[in-house]
T-cell receptor, first 115, second 114 residues
Framework: SAVISQKPSRDICQRGTSLTIQCQVD?????MFWYRQQPGQSLTLIAT?????????ESGFVIDKFPISRPNLTFSTLTVSNLSPEDSSIYLC????????????FGPGTRLTVT | DAKTTQPPSMDCAEGRAANLPCNHS???????VYWYRQIHSQGPQYIIH???NNETNEMASLIITEDRKSSTLILPHATLRDTAVYYC???????????????FGTGTRLQVTL
């Protein structure tokens, strides 16, 4: 298994600013993922964070809005840029410890409110 | 990946078994059934997965029908802490190097009551 921590746990940001969310894993993992969960909704995958290469984004999500870094095998950041009220959501990161499995471990999430 | 259908909500009395169904009638032979749950204000938690045989771990049992068109997650003695949204996800088996992306549906909201 893996333990995932995220910082910050919550934040309130003004429209037009950016927020960077950090995700730390307690062990080296190959796969890390970023999800968004809008109020009352299920999770939507934003992107797969690949170590040593560009992130792979899902349809509807672009690098300019959601730049991702993955500097090593235990850490990743997601930035939500040019914030608008529609970006108010919970953002979660997860880690997959095996490439041949969909068993993933999730962080507690970052609750973002944009005013 | 096969589509899944789950009831939107279920109730279960504490101490009783909670049986959560999932229909995946278009599942193909190399697709696994995964179950996750999300307790309020927490990230999702992996529970169990299986291909065609029944599986059991310390959290739950997974019963997959012989034709694999449906499955049931069983929490043998539900407690209040099991109140959560339960997600059934069907995913094709992976080869090394393939990203293990998950797609979450709307799940079943299980309410365990006294």
């Amino acid at each position: 298994s893996a333990v995932i921590s995220q910082k910050p746990s919550r934040d309130i940001c003004q429209r037009g600013t950016s927020l960077t969310i950090q995700c730390q894993v307690d062990s080296q993992v190959t796969m890390m993922f970023w999800y968004r969960q809008q109020p009352g909704q299920s999770l939507t995958l934003i992107a797969t964070a690949n170590q040593g290469s560009e992130a792979t984004y899902e349809s509807g999500f672009v690098i300019d809005k959601f730049p991702i870094s993955r500097p090593n095998l235990t850490f990743s950041t997601l930035t939500v840029s040019n914030l608008s009220p529609e970006d108010s959501s919970i953002y979660l990161c997860s880690a997959g410890i095996r490439q041949d499995s969909y068993e993933q471990y999730f962080g507690p999430g970052t609750r973002l409110t944009v005013t | 990946d096969a589509k899944t259908t789950q009831p939107p909500s279920m109730d279960c009395a504490e101490g009783r078994a909670a049986n959560l169904p999932c229909n995946h009638s278009t599942i193909s032979g190399n697709e696994y059934v995964y179950w996750y749950r999300q307790i309020h204000s927490q990230g999702p938690q992996y529970i169990i997965h299986g291909l065609k045989n029944n599986e059991t771990n310390e959290m739950a049992s997974l019963i997959i029908t012989e034709d694999r068109k449906s499955s049931t997650l069983i929490l043998p003695h539900a407690t209040l802490r099991d109140t959560a949204v339960y997600y059934c996800i069907v995913r094709v088996s992976l080869s090394t190097g393939t990203a293990s992306k998950l797609t979450f549906g709307t799940g079943t909201r299980l309410q365990v009551t006294l």
